[in-house]
Nanobody, 124 residues
Framework: QVQLVESGGGLVQAGGSMRLSCAVS????????MGWFRQAPGKEREFVAA????????YYGDSVKGRFTISRDNAKNTVYLQMNSLKLEDTAVYYC?????????????????WGQGTQVTVSS
């Protein structure tokens, strides 16, 4: 059974930085496309970023482009999301997800496995 566990969330001031981690177990991490999504209260789940198996190709949502960086360490079965220049509107529950097929996709239905989420709150 594939399990994804996010960590690193919490409270941060606007303009600050935070790094999220997602540890994957029970599957073949190296073969997965990994993605990050987020969901704010009362809003639909939003695509944040995705990364291919090697880390050589990435894809970002428009709202985070230039501020967030997705990366992965296949030796540690972990994907990261480095978030810089955080804004109030980045407040959300952040989820990591794994896609067993190829291609960097931004819609949540494409992903097969999900973590439980970690809360990120940006304060003024």
């Amino acid at each position: 059974q594939v399990q994804l566990v996010e960590s690193g969330g919490g409270l941060v001031q606007a303009g600050g930085s935070m790094r999220l981690s997602c540890a994957v177990s029970g599957g073949t991490f190296r073969s997965y496309v990994m993605g990050w999504f987020r969901q704010a209260p009362g809003k639909e789940r939003e695509f944040v970023a995705a990364i291919n198996w090697s880390g050589g190709s990435t894809y970002y949502g428009d709202s985070v482009k230039g501020r967030f960086t997705i990366s992965r360490d296949n030796a540690k079965n972990t994907v990261y999301l480095q978030m810089n220049s955080l804004k109030l509107e980045d407040t959300a529950v952040y989820y990591c997800a794994a896609d067993r097929t190829y291609g960097l996709r931004s819609y949540s239905d494409a992903y097969d496995y999900w973590g439980q989420g970690t809360q990120v709150t940006v304060s003024s």
